[in-house]
């Protein structure tokens, strides 16, 4: 009993330390400050489980990072076994054993081409750094490419938070504030087909969309350097996932026009789209890739942009030629991060994740299906195991519910206190489920998210949001 209160007391003072001290990632505090917040203290497999006990499905992978489960015993084994080594040291100039060896691992697993990896410790710094490269591999390559300083980008692109990374972004929820501090970037549309731009269906449409990338590339290619896309699906726009032969299509129209070919494969690396990269599903070899969220298995912030040889070699030369790559962060390399993303990628190999993944991916298909007789679900879509069920008021004319509604908000609260973690974005409830996860407990996941889909967007009419979020 007293141990009981104890803790309570305990976490009565996380609970307000959370709300006083904190300032969350993309969370509006002044909403969050007056809820209760969940805290989380432990994870094993697909789940969580908070300060109070609770159990959770990771329905969300932790934000897209978690792949073989919370607590994969041979990760952890190695994070524990290199820092009973050393725990950082420095890249600049000096070698350590872990960075080497994932280098040769992430080469034999990347899109063929690739030969040089450079590490960096986000997704967004390792677009960055692909942006950064691109710039200066035409600033050496001759001096007839001196002008290919340009990036081309699609409407609905995530690529990160940084200044370079939302350059190239195209989210205006995100991005628009910060418009005068971004440099310009040609934008191609992206197809989306659910609100086609051009009122097209696929396949009848001949992938029209990429007409829109060509018109740029024809006309300015000798001013851009690099076009960047997340390869198959934009993620933080809405799972929008690309009808086939787009993503090989751009490629093309890059070769076509001496453009560099950028994929940003930190959501839909690491298995996330039932192959190891989204790029293998149409066969593409990107100039540039960068990787970071499922790299260390959802562990230690890590991330690369891989480069091929041609790429690579533009930046050598005598020191005094200054051709460097003056780039580089502190924990560059990171020897603990490093080797729990060799662990990672040996447990690919050992378990037979891609393989084993497959009938997952299947089933949850099969679940979907049920949400497409809703009356509130506009689209499904799914990309292996990446989800996006975009939620309208009016699904004839795919009428957007009003934003002060919050309807994403309230399925995630009603899926929450059902025992699942999910996230969405905007009004698309996302399903991201670790690659791990068990066949029973993909199928609670499923069974949570769709009751609370239907529960909250078949009440007559919704209440206001409650202050008091979920727990209190
Ligand atoms: C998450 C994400 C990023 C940014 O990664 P961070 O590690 O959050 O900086 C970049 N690109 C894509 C496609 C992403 O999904």
Not at 77 to 103: F, Y
Not at 189 to 202: D, G, L, N, V
Not at 266 to 288: I, K, Q, S, W, Y
Request: hydrophobic share 40%; aromatic share 8%.
């Amino acid at each position: 009993m007293e141990k009981q209160r104890r803790s309570t007391a305990a976490h009565k003072r996380l609970r307000h330390l959370d709300t006083t001290c904190l300032w969350h990632p993309f969370t509006q505090m002044q909403d969050y400050s007056c809820s209760e917040p969940l805290i989380i203290e432990r994870g094993q497999g697909s789940f969580l489980y908070d300060i109070d006990g609770n159990a959770y499905i990771d329905g969300i992978s932790s934000l897209w990072v978690t792949v073989h489960g919370h607590r994969k015993r041979q990760i952890d084994e190695a994070i524990i076994s290199q820092v009973g080594k050393i725990c950082h040291s420095t890249m600049l100039g000096i070698a350590n054993i872990p960075a080497i060896e994932l280098a040769e691992k992430l080469l034999r697993i990347a899109p063929k081409g690739l030969a040089k990896v450079f590490y960096s410790d986000s997704g967004s710094t390792a677009v960055e750094i692909a942006l950064k490269i691109a710039f200066q591999y035409w600033q050496q390559k001759s001096p007839a490419t001196k002008k290919k300083k340009k990036f081309v980008a699609l409407t609905n692109a995530y690529h990160g938070d940084t200044v370079g990374s939302v350059s190239v972004g195209g989210i205006d929820l995100f991005h628009k504030v910060y418009r005068p501090l971004l440099f310009k970037t040609f934008r191609a549309e992206s197809p989306y087909c659910y609100r086609c731009p051009y009122k097209k269906t696929h396949p009848s449409c001949k992938l029209h969309c990429l007409h829109s990338l060509e018109e740029i590339l024809r006309r300015h290619h000798g001013e851009i350097a690099a076009f960047v896309i997340e390869p198959l699906v934009q993620g933080a726009a809405g799972m929008l996932v690309f009808p086939k032969g787009y993503v090989a299509g751009a490629r093309a129209l890059c070769s076509r026009y001496n453009v560099l070919f950028i994929a940003d494969e930190v959501a839909t690396g690491f298995g996330r789209t039932g192959a190891m990269f989204a790029c293998e599903h149409e066969n593409v070899r990107p100039d540039l890739m960068a990787i970071a969220k499922g790299i260390t298995g959802g562990t230690l912030p890590l991330a690369a942009t891989l480069a091929t040889d041609e790429v690579y070699s533009a930046f050598l030369g005598d020191v005094q030629e200054c051709k460097t790559f003056y780039h580089g962060h502190t924990y560059t390399g990171n020897p603990v991060a490093c080797a729990a993303a060799c662990a990672n990628i040996d447990i690919f190999r050992k378990e037979k994740v891609l393989a084993r993944l497959q009938p997952k991916i299947r089933q949850l298909r099969r679940r979907l299906e049920e949400l497409k007789g809703l009356q509130h679900v506009g689209q499904v879509r799914q990309c292996g195991f990446m989800v996006g069920i975009e939620l309208v008021a009016d699904r004839k004319i795919k009428k957007p519910y009003p934003v002060h509604k919050r309807i994403g908000h309230r399925v995630i609260l009603e899926a929450r206190k059902n025992g699942v973690i999910i996230r969405p974005l905007g009004d698309v409830i996302v399903l991201m489920p670790p690659l791990a996860i068990r066949a029973q407990e993909l199928d609670t996941l499923c069974d949570v998210v769709f009751a609370a889909i239907k529960t909250v967007t078949e009440q007559p009419s919704l209440p206001a949001v409650k202050k008091t979020c979920f727990a209190g």
